[in-house]
C-alpha cells in the first residue's frame, strides 16, 4: 500500500492545476450547475448553463418552466431538475437575499441538493476541506485499492478523508474526478504509462 504522500505527489504529476470544472460566476450558479450535474455530464452541464446564466436569480425563480426544460433538456431529467431550480431559486431569495449561506443544514434541504453537492460547493465557494465522491472518485478510489468494492459513496469519502490529510481533501477531490474522466475511464483506461500500474492499482474491473 503506497503513502498518502506518495499519491499526492503522483496526482500533483498527473493533475497539477485541478480547478473545478463547472462553469459559473456567482454562488448560486455553482449550486445550480453541481445539482444539474447529476446522471450527465460537465460538459453537457456546461453547455446549458451557459444560456441558463443569462437569466439572474430573480428572472430564474420566476421563469416558465417549459422554457427552463427547454433550455437544460440536454442534461435529462429536465422536469424534475427545472423544478428544483425554480424552488431553490426561490428559497435562495426568500430566506437569504439570493445567496448560498455557509450553512449545510439548510443547503442540503434544498431541492436536488445532497451531501455530496454540498460538499462541492462548500469546497469551492468557502475553502471548507470536503471530499465529495462521484462516480469518477469512485470507481478511482476502488482501482487504486483506497476503498473496497462493495463501498457505498459515504463509506469511499470516509475512508479517503482518513488516507489523506486534510488539507489535501478539495484538491485532491477534484484531481480523482478529472483523472477518473480523462485517464482513468470507465471504458478503453490509459494504463500503459499510469505510475499507478503495478504499485496500487488493481486490474480495472470496476
Partial sequence: MMKSEEVLRILDILVPNPKCPLNYKKDYE???AVMLSAQTTDDRVNMVTEK???????E???LKTEVLE???KPVGTQKRKSEYIKKIAMKLIEDHKGRVPHDRSYVESLPGVGHKTCNVVFSELFEEPNLAVDTHVSRVSKRLSLAAAADDV???EHKLCK???????SKVHVQLVLFGR????AKNPLCDDCPFKNRLCK???V
Fill in 30 to 32: 455553482l449550486l445550480l
Fill in 154 to 156: 459515504l463509506e469511499i
Fill in 70 to 72: 427547454n433550455i437544460i
Fill in 163 to 169: 488516507f489523506f490529510p486534510e488539507s489535501s481533501w
Fill in 52 to 58: 441558463l446564466f443569462k437569466y439572474d436569480i430573480a
Fill in 60 to 62: 430564474l425563480a420566476n
Fill in 182 to 185: 480523462y485517464r482513468c475511464k
Fill in 203 to 205: 486490474k480495472p474491473l
